[in-house]
């Protein structure tokens, strides 16, 4: 009996999370053209061909499928951001090779970058705080890095934290100009991302961590 009953049990599970999948994906093809204050439950539901009810299976409000937004967001992003790790010494090359991929992730992950660049400095408070929270972490987590490197070894937790703000907020603002642009305009937002990531890493060596 028990073993008859474990295909429909996984059933409704996988059904469980395309309905889950759907009201995502119809809030994020809202999100689009909207901000994220500005399109109601309804609005999802009837995108994702739910019913309203059911939304609430799934999520206890709008707010919560916000912050499953940003963690799906920030799921795809978060591997983006390292990419900026792979430079130890900062050579050119390293540069554009990180650029390159970002470039290549916001194409893939448009409206989840959409998403995020809106919504940062967007009307909801506690998707901003969610966003801000998750930038934190990056840098968090590249400062961390960043303390294994012989010339940045010496400075203070606190420098190398600046730094590698520096550093995310670069490649954030780079993914939220390339949501906006056209194809025809990668090549100049990605030269110029590289041209700042050079001017940010030119003062490394010759940095004099506070007393």
Known sequence: MTASRRP???SRQE???LTRRALLGAALKLLARNSFDSISLREVTREAGISPTAFYR????MGELGLALVEESFGSLRQMLRSSRADPTMYTDAIHRSVEVVVLHVRNHESHMRFIARERYGGVRRLRRAIHRELGFFADELSIDLATFPVISAWSSDDRRM???LITETMVHMAAELTDAGR????AIAERTVRQMRLITVGVPNWAPAP
């Open 8 to 10: 429909r049990s996984h």
């Open 15 to 17: 059904s469980k999370e």
């Open 58 to 61: 799934h999520f206890d409000d």
């Open 184 to 187: 025809d305009e990668e090549a």
């Open 163 to 165: 730094y590698a703000g």
